[in-house]
């Protein structure tokens, strides 16, 4: 997969940079324009997302190491956030941000034995540990304790202070915050990964994907890469499924099934182009309001419907649509300016 | 009259093993021609199942008939899977497993529009044997014979038929078999063939034993998956030993410590397997 | 800047506010979201997805006003609708509605139904509560999964549209009711909770121990948390009632045999079984119970065990089978006969289950609106409160934890016996009808014969 760079100039940066700051301005400004709290929310969860689409592609886009365990991780964060509240009474606000290194770690502990399986298997292998988790959850003994199927409820982020303001601000309160708070996190989350993915250690990471055998044979210590790769997109992982429990609370074995947590993003990852981030970026924005705007329009038949459009757009262009029609636009826009 | 329990785990953890030899076969070996999961096998499963309930019940054909219909119907989807969806997307594996997820997915919602509110049922083959003292379904039998009888054809259809032959080519090396002058694509368009026509075959021989619902095809596609990879991909030994290793070790967890850790007791094994044996118990090393 | 960038950026903000405009469109709530109950109802215009079984989706563009109606009013439904259930708990809201709206609407409105699916997820019930009270319905029917009630408690005080469920009988939410009023005084249960579904099961079971002498029990459920709570009452029950649960056995979903299960039950000397599913497990249960020769008599629940079609699904396996029904075609009250005909007419198959609590939890919020004289939150909740409803399933009174009594003149299951492809109903005796037998199992020369006595 092989990606366009070229020599900063001032064409090149009106045309990278504006139509990142316009999406950014509208984004932002989007709350101001009579957005209905309910696609506020689907805004908040799209953004989430987009941190679970970067750490797919950060990690499995450049290696071709399709970790599959990123539900895990989304959904341990989760569940460390509500067993500290719950448990250890420690307040969301602040359980919230000790989830982050505990699913972290748990998903280094988990995962590091199986880092050294090459190919298909290591698909499989971290496929597995989701489900195992959904199992252990929802069975007789830990369920008592994990809360089972009605999952583990705990007070959403700033709810109590929510609660000390007046009837009719509460609700507008809560909305703007999670919003601008998952906003805020997509930004910074997409910047660093940015930085990170076509940084020294991108590359390296590419490499290993390429051919590991001739990285290792360049000096590449291919391990420690693929453990700080994997790191990384586990840190990725474990802020979203933090945030995106906190936010809405109980947490319930949805966050880790793979359905809900996996398929989207990854389908973001492949239909927006492995490894390129833009493309990526942006298919989680265009699929995940698609499906929501579907409901509206066709009701039930939205699942059939958004299927067959992905297996379309896909079979077309199995190594991402999006991205190549995002570098199309912009060879389009160069030519317009420079004319 | 009533026996001890071992009888009771060890008739049925054959009987269990039995149904998951004969779905996970079909998978395996295609799994290991095209090197991808086809995440639409567990589909097929049901298209049968709900072919040869239409058939029975709409049209009046006879049982047997239905089901041979039902699976030739299976294998023909299989094929149209792999053609339409599966082919366009052999040099993205990573993308084929979204489009063959999305078409469980619309197998499911469409069955879920079409086919009623309530679940299907099909007949049992009627009569009750004696094993040891425990009452079985003569049902049961027709299963054990049925996964025996396909596990023996497609052992000795990779092993000396041509075509399987050039199966066993392909799955070792595309590369490879291109040289020796045998067509990959065509050996593909035969494995899912097969592998529709094995994945029908379950359909219709376990859904007597349990009612259909839309939903029915995941849980049998995930214990596929799951003895593939202990056995190793496209291994048709390694899938026998697999699923009566699942088999027995999930019959046996189930009284040993309560059903709701037992189903994903096999799971943990095999991640501990898996992390020790990457490959599976019977597959190569790449 | 030269004018081609100039046109280059005229386009791209074009775009973009086309964009905007049309996801404003999309979203025609006003800022905050918070629903008033003073808001007309002409000023919730836009696309209205209204769901009946025939076409999925009909939209009306402009609901002002219908001849004979002041306007239109909303209400919202919450289903699983990838679930049988979900389908039919529909079908019955849009029944409900129709009759409604034939008999002039509430207040002079006409009532409308939005839907949301929930897939079966607490996420998307999330998600579908703050849809639907943003459409501005007036109260939310349906929410079927207690995972999916507990995922709405915390926004039913910020946008304060009230619940009325069918289902979701977890207890944890009746104890969060109890202990913040003001939080939750927005849910209501046209249904019982699951300690109170554990009770009319063990009603039935303590009485065939005092008739027959029975004092060992085997039981055989579910492994799902669902059960918990029937777990601990039995428990408790049992001490009581003098009833030894000298068996249990929790299976999975996907259970494939029952055989070694029975004969385990039968080896630890159990004298009766009681079962409790959720899922397809009734198929294989009735399967085995037929194969296996089982000579004890089996009561207990499953969703598919109550259909009338069970029978003849199971080939006839299901003889003897004793099964609860949350409703049942006996003249209960004088709307239950209308509904079930009415519903299978129309459907072609029988309401089962909590569709029945869906299709009153129309008519009983109809109904205190009416009694309210307004659509305000409080007014309605008060009327809930303090009136007790007439439906087709039974008689509904709201407790203090906002849920509806048990008892035999309020809501109570029908326990009926499989006999020869009929179900007879053999619980409680006050619907029983003279000259009812009841089977029993017994073996004669090695088969299972079924035994005949008169009941009660």
């Known amino acids: ?339 | 009259m009533y026996v001890d329990i071992y009888k009771y785990i060890l008739l049925f953890s054959i009987f269990h093993s039995s149904t998951y030899l004969t779905f996970s076969l079909g998978f395996s070996m295609l799994f290991g021609v095209a090197k991808i999961p086809n995440l639409a096998y567990g589909s097929l499963y049901i298209l049968s199942a709900y072919v040869m309930y239409a058939l029975t019940t709409y049209i009046g054909l006879e049982p047997l008939v239905a089901a041979l219909v039902a699976i030739l119907v299976a294998g023909l989807a299989s094929l149209l899977i792999g053609e339409v969806v599966v082919k366009p997307g052999l040099k993205m594996p990573v993308s084929v497993f979204i489009t063959t997820l999305s078409v469980a997915y619309i197998f499911e919602e469409f069955f879920r529009i079409e086919m009623g509110l309530r679940p299907i049922t099909l007949p049992v083959y009627p009569g009750v044997t004696y094993v040891l003292g425990v009452p079985v379904s003569n049902h049961w039998f027709l299963i054990l014979s049925a996964s025996l009888l396909m596990f023996l054809s497609l052992t000795a259809f990779l092993k000396y038929a041509v075509l399987g032959r050039s199966i066993r080519a392909v799955a070792e090396s595309w590369d490879e078999s291109r040289r020796l002058g045998i067509d990959p694509l065509k050996v593909l368009r035969v494995a899912f063939f097969v592998a529709g026509v094995y994945a029908g075959a379950t359909g219709v021989l376990l859904t007597p034993l349990k009612a259909l619902t839309p939903t029915a095809g995941w849980g049998p596609l995930f214990t596929a998956f799951a003895i593939v990879a202990l056995g190793g991909v496209g291994s048709v030994t390694g899938t026998l030993i697999a699923s009566f290793i699942y088999g027995f070790f999930e019959q046996s967890m189930t009284y040993v410590l309560g059903s709701g850790v037992a189903s994903i007791s096999p799971l943990i094994l095999i991640v501990l397997v898996l992390v020790f044996r990457p490959q599976g118990l019977m597959g190569r090393v790449e | 800047m030269k004018p081609t960038t100039l046109m280059a950026v005229l386009v791209v903000l074009i775009v973009v506010a086309g964009l905007v405009g049309f996801l404003a469109g999309q979203m025609s709530v006003p800022p905050g979201g918070v629903v008033t109950t003073t808001q007309t109802v002409a000023q919730t215009t836009t696309k209205t997805v209204t769901q009946t079984v025939t076409s999925y989706v009909t939209t009306s563009p402009t609901p002002t006003t219908t001849p004979g109606f002041i306007g239109t009013i909303k209400i919202g439904a919450l289903l699983p609708l990838n679930l049988p259930i979900g389908q039919m708990m529909l079908n019955a809201i849009q029944m409900a509605v129709d009759e409604i709206n034939a008999e002039g609407g509430v207040l002079g409105y006409k009532v409308e139904v939005v839907t949301y699916d929930t897939e079966w997820t607490g996420d998307k019930a999330n998600a579908g509560y703050k849809y639907l009270a943003e459409q501005g319905v007036k109260v939310v029917v349906g929410v079927f999964g207690s995972h999916e009630a507990l995922a709405i408690m915390d926004l039913l005080q910020l946008y304060e549209v009230p619940v009325i469920a069918s289902g979701a009988v977890s207890d944890a939410i009746d104890s969060m009711v109890l202990q913040n009023y003001n939080a939750y005084k927005y849910w209501f249960r046209a249904y019982v909770n699951a300690t109170s579904q554990a009770a009319a099961t063990w009603d039935l079971l303590a009485y065939l121990s005092r008739r027959f002498g029975w004092t060992k029990l085997a039981w055989i459920y579910e492994d799902l948390p669902w059960v918990i709570p029937h777990a601990l009452y039995g428990q408790n029950r049992s001490v009581q009632e003098g009833v030894s649960i000298v068996y249990t056995k929790g299976v999975p979903t996907d259970v494939g045999s029952f055989t070694d299960i029975f004969a385990q039950a039968i080896a630890s000397g159990a004298q009766y079984i009681t079962w409790q599913f959720s899922g397809t497990e009734d198929y294989v249960f009735a399967r085995d119970y037929s194969l296996g020769q089982v000579p004890l008599l089996a009561v207990g629940g499953g969703t598919f065990a109550m259909l009338d079609a069970f029978y003849n699904q199971t080939f006839g396996a299901a003889e003897g089978l004793i099964c609860i029904s949350w409703g049942f075609p006996i003249p209960i009250t004088d709307k239950t006969m209308s509904f079930y005909n009415k519903y299978k007419s129309a459907y072609g198959t029988e309401p089962i289950f909590t569709t029945w609590y869906a299709y009153d939890s129309v008519h009983i919020w109809a109904e205190a609106v009416r009694k309210a004289g307004s659509f305000d939150v409080n007014a309605v909740i008060n009327a809930l409160e303090t009136n007790v409803f007439v439906g087709a399933a039974g008689v509904y009174e709201f407790t203090k934890s906002h849920t509806s009594v048990l008892a035999p003149n309020r809501i109570y299951p029908i326990y009926f016996q499989w006999q020869g492809g009929k179900r007879v109903v053999v619980w409680p005796f006050r619907v029983v009808e003279t000259g009812t037998k009841l089977l029993l199992p017994e073996i004669v020369n090695g088969t299972r014969v079924w035994r005949a006595i008169p009941w009660p």
């Open chain 1, 1 to 339: 997969m092989s990606v366009v760079f070229a020599k900063r100039s001032a064409k090149d940066l009106i045309v990278g940079k504006i139509p990142f700051l316009i999406a950014l301005a509208v984004l932002t400004l989007l709350p101001l324009l009579n957005v209905g709290g309910f696609w506020l929310d689907v805004l908040t969860k799209v953004n989430l997302f987009l941190l679970v689409t970067l750490a797919i592609d950060l990690y499995s886009g450049t290696t071709y190491y399709l970790n599959l365990g990123v539900s895990f991780t989304f959904g341990f964060a989760g569940y460390s956030l509500a067993l500290l509240n719950v448990y250890y009474g420690i307040p969301t606000e602040y359980s919230m941000l000790l989830a982050i290194p505990i699913s972290i770690f748990f998903s280094l502990a988990i995962l590091l034995p199986s880092l050294k399986i090459r190919g298909v298997y290591f698909a499989i292998l971290s496929l597995l540990v989701p489900i195992i988790f959904v199992g252990i959850v929802t069975a007789q003994p830990f369920s008592l304790y994990l809360g089972g199927e009605g999952g583990l409820r705990f007070k959403q982020l700033f709810l109590d202070f929510a609660r000390s303001l007046p009837p009719g601000v509460r609700l507008t309160f809560l909305q703007y915050s999670y919003y601008y708070i998952s906003l805020a996190a997509a930004v910074v989350g997409y910047v660093i990964a940015y930085k990170i993915g076509f940084s020294d250690f991108g590359f390296m990471l590419r490499a290993v994907g390429q051919d590991e055998e001739l990285a290792e044979g360049t000096g590449i210590n291919t391990l420690k890469v693929k453990v700080i790769g994997f790191l990384i997109s586990s840190a990725y992982a474990s802020v979203a499924g933090a945030l995106y429990a906190s936010m809405r609370p109980p947490v319930t074995v949805d966050l880790v099934v793979p359905a809900n947590t996996l398929i989207p993003p990854l389908t973001s990852v492949i239909v927006g182009g492995l490894g390129t981030l833009i493309g990526p970026a942006i298919a989680n924005y265009l699929l995940l309001l698609t499906y929501e705007l579907l409901w509206g329009l066709i009701g039930r038949w939205r699942v059939i419907a958004y299927m067959l459009l992905l297996i379309i757009i896909i079979t077309i262009k199995p190594q991402g649509i999006v991205f190549k029609a995002y570098v199309e636009a912009r060879k389009f826009l160069r030519g317009v300016f420079s004319e």
